[in-house]
């Protein structure tokens, strides 16, 4: 077992992986918001969810718990942050190169979002995307929701695959 | 140890860490700062997280009686997603409710293993749930559903987006997140009012009928509640009066888009829903959304 006194805390949580994009780690994901050693020696960790509804959060406690556990460190504290929200700016760009290697199309830059109203998109949304299979721009979605509440379906008219889609929030 | 399957890996697991739900291990609250800001009667601002939450909660029950039913199978995974953003912004607001105490009966009748959320969620009889009629009314067809779905996101898009400057910094943390998946809703229901509309004669006819039988639900939803009132003036809630020019704005677009008539908004009444009063559709779907856990109060899942 490694000493805790030798490993850096941040190191080890940073090589958690998120439970339904294995490919990504939660710090590329932009979920680890925060690690920190307390006077006490605690080691705290902050994480964001995606969506409020995303059902990995509680498998991403366990992980990190385990990890940091595994890694010597006994005291650890996961702790939830809610605010700022989470947006797929925050996706590293070593992630959005895990995502596109996965056949998962990364997000865009994510929409500003104005303190008023939230105008109304009634068009077919705007997004592009290019095929994560064969890199052709023209794809066309065939919905904003997929197996995860993170990710669209669009499916590539030069290939004919459909793939996922990293949608921005 | 080397584990050949996954099953067997959560078998031998040592804690229950490994199992994504049932653990209360994964409080949607845990390490967020619960202080009720200054001069917010926590009692207050409890009910006002049930109206939201419970508003959230029943709309994800009732998109949840689409599953398998669905006119294709995007569009189920579509309204499965939007279930589980509600269900999600619930929990987060359940849980604040309970933050703050405002439990009512739920934490004597559930066992002391049961989350304050799912206390809320499971223990509490009809007449203790907050939400609004809309949220509450049969599904119907596709069409009826998705005009109820447009409603419903429109004005909780509209109260979202304001409570983003809350002054209980949770409230408006859950809003700011809300704020994106909420967005997501209503345009995708827009989109299927807009399609249905003005589509084929049978669906425009299915979406005019939705759009009948959902306007008069909408009666009471600009009235504030004694609630309401006080904490909007703390700065803390949103008066629903303050939401109802922007959410007609947004229903008149699409409608008028749709090619459906828009029919006359119901006159103001007092509110229902908010304050208790439910018809017999709510206890229906209760029933099933409760039963398991009544039956079964220390079962985890």
Redesign the interface.
Known sequence: MVSAVQTDPRAVAATVTDPELPMLTLADLGVLRDVRTTDDGTVVV?IT?T?????????M??DL??ALHAAGFRDV???????????TDWISEAGRGALAAAGIAPPGRAPV?S????P???G??RRTAACPQCGSPDTVE????????CKA?RRCRACGEPFEHVKE? | MHEETVYEALANAQDDGHWAFGTGFDEPLAGVDTTVPDGVDPTDLGAYCLMLGDDALVLAQRLTQWMTNAPELEEEVAIGNVALDLLGQARLLLARAGSVGVLGRSRELATDSVPDEDALAYFRAPGEFRNTALVAAENGDFARTMVRLLAAATVRLAVLARLRDSRDPVLAAIAAKGVKEVAYHRDHAARWVLRLGDGTGESHRRAQDGVDAVWPLLADLSTATDVETRLAAAGVAVDPADVLDEVRGVLTQVLDQATLRVPEWPPAAAPRGRVGEHGPELAELLGTLQGLARQHPAATW
Do not use: K
Not at chain 1, 80 to 86: G, K, M, Q, R
Not at chain 1, 142 to 149: D, K, R
């Open positions: 902050e969810p969506y409020s509804g995303c059902p990995a959060m509680g498998v406690r366990a718990l385990h504290e996961v702790r939830t942050v809610l605010s700022p929200a989470w947006t979002r303190p008023g109203p939230i109304l998109q009634l077919p949304a065939q919905s904003e929701f997929s197996g995860t509440a379906l929030i």
